[in-house]
């Protein structure tokens, strides 16, 4: 039972590359989420997805594109990388049932990025 | 925003001494919830307390809730060096699903 499982750990890339961090979670959650971390601004929500098929923008949305491929699995796309989106970037999951769900997120280890 | 503060930002005690962290939230909410993050890892749940309770105990752990002020405490006793970590208050809300906030953390040092 590995939890929620984000790859990579490390990744430089160059301004204007693309990437996708990748998510998987094994614990049959609904709902999942990326956030990003940076220092003295706490997490902030990049976007969300309340269930399988759905997908909603956080905080901090621009520049970024996701997929919630599967239940298990939700993904995190940088089309054109900027030297602002130098980060670290969690990935976390929720149970959440019907309404409102008072139960915990569970967190990745982090992916941290590096745009040059 | 519904965003959490936490104060302070930063806490340096020694062994053994207690630690007492402060959140504060502008919404009214059903819960909230501590986490608490290693450097270089990702959060852990602490603890949640309900709005309906106004503590709550978990081994070292105790965490107030005063909704009146729309504020929480979290104390730990008998720090550890292991305890150095920073600490994360998180106030769910529900828009199109569930949903948490993060506050900015305080940062624990625990000097041996």
């Known amino acids: 039972n590995a939890g929620v499982t984000q790859t990579p750990k490390f990744q430089v890339l160059k301004t204007g590359q693309s990437m996708t961090l990748q998510c998987a979670q094994d614990m049959n959650h609904n709902s999942m989420y990326w956030y990003r971390q940076d220092p003295g601004m706490g997490l902030r929500l990049i976007y969300y997805s309340a269930s399988e098929g759905t997908t909603d923008k956080g905080e901090v949305p621009n520049g970024y594109n996701v997929s919630r491929l599967n239940k298990r699995e939700f993904s995190l796309r940088l089309e054109s990388a900027a030297p602002s989106q130098t980060s670290v970037y969690f990935c976390a999951s929720h149970r959440s049932g019907s309404g409102r769900d008072t139960g915990e997120l569970f967190f990745g280890e982090g992916s941290r990025l590096t745009v040059l | 925003s519904q965003q959490g503060e936490e104060d302070p930002q930063a806490l340096s005690i020694q062994e053994g001494e207690n630690a007492t962290m402060n959140c504060s939230y502008k919404?009214?909410?059903?819960?909230l919830q501590w986490y608490r993050q290693n450097s270089g890892r990702g959060l852990v749940h602490l603890i949640l307390?309900?709005?309906?309770?106004r503590e709550k105990h978990s081994g070292r752990l105790r965490v107030t809730l005063d909704t009146s002020k729309k504020s929480s405490s979290l104390l730990i006793t008998a720090s550890r060096a292991a305890d150095t970590a920073s600490y994360f208050c998180?106030?769910?809300?529900?828009?199109?699903?569930?949903?948490?906030?993060f506050g900015p953390g305080t940062r624990l040092s625990v000097l041996p």
């Open positions: 307390i309900r709005s309906n309770e």
């Open positions: 919404t009214s909410i059903n819960n």
């Open positions: 998180a106030t769910p809300f529900f828009n199109y699903g569930q949903n948490f906030v």
